[in-house]
């Protein structure tokens, strides 16, 4: 399975825009790249995936280089409900499962 | 608003009861999971099944059993709770196929004392 690297923690300040870099430089040619967020006691919510193209919704933006080895979460405006542990995840070769690794956990600070 | 619903928030049970959660969940999802999440060690999965009466085990199946009878529904069974087995259990379910994404419920807190 594709391993994804994440850094341990970040910070960042209440209306500037929150960047989280993922590393996954074993990813497979058909693999997604997916991101959730879990904010404390609630359970994983989906954010965003894609395979090798930007993608853009209503929560964030999701930049994946052209080699696919990297990719970047970008929140435009964090607010402080923005403060949660996210995870990039590499979808298995099975297509089924999920491997969920520790995670960035995110503080947007006041 | 579609969703995926456990039935308990929080639940205390006594070491060697028989222990059901319920996961139910309303997008005619094909696939459903069962995670449980603990400090330090993230989410680990416990089974998952594709279809109704299917079942897989995930890393960490030993304690646990499955049960799906019907396909909105996938309940998780620990047979003798053990203290070990404390933990925030999530459910969570998606379509099948390897673009979709998970739906998690907001978890079930078990503490076996």
């Known amino acids: 399975d594709a391993k994804t690297t994440q850094p341990t923690s970040m910070d960042c300040a209440e209306g500037r825009a929150a960047n989280l870099p993922c590393n996954h430089s074993?990813?497979?040619?058909?693999?997604?790249v997916y991101w959730y967020r879990q904010i404390h006691s609630q359970g994983p919510q989906y954010i965003i995936h894609?395979?090798?193209n930007n993608e853009t919704n209503e929560m964030a933006s999701l930049i994946i280089t052209e080699d696919r080895k990297s990719s970047t979460l970008i929140l435009p405006h964090a607010t402080l409900r923005d403060t949660a542990v996210y995870y990039c995840?590499?979808?298995?070769?099975?297509?089924?499962?999920?491997?969920f690794g520790p995670g960035t956990r995110l503080s947007v600070l006041p | 608003d579609v969703k995926v619903t456990q039935s308990s928030r929080y639940l205390v049970k006594r070491t060697g009861e028989k222990v059901f959660l319920e996961c139910v969940q309303d997008?005619?999802?094909?696939?459903m999971f069962w995670y449980r999440q603990d400090p330090g060690l993230g989410l680990r999965l416990i089974y998952f099944?594709?279809?109704?009466?299917?079942?897989e085990k995930g890393d960490i199946p030993e304690g646990y059993s499955v049960s799906r009878e019907k396909k909105e529904r996938f309940s998780l069974i620990l047979e003798s709770a053990s203290t070990n087995q404390t933990s925030m259990y999530l459910c969570?379910?998606?379509?099948?196929?390897?673009?979709?994404?998970?739906?998690f419920g907001s978890g079930t807190r078990l503490t076996v004392v």
């Open positions: 969570a379910s998606s379509y099948y196929g390897r673009g979709y994404g998970y739906t």
């Open positions: 074993t990813i497979s040619g058909n693999e997604y």
């Open positions: 894609g395979l090798k």
């Open positions: 995840i590499v979808r298995t070769p099975n297509g089924q499962n999920f491997v």
């Open positions: 997008m005619d999802h094909e696939n």
């Open positions: 099944s594709y279809d109704v009466k299917m079942k």
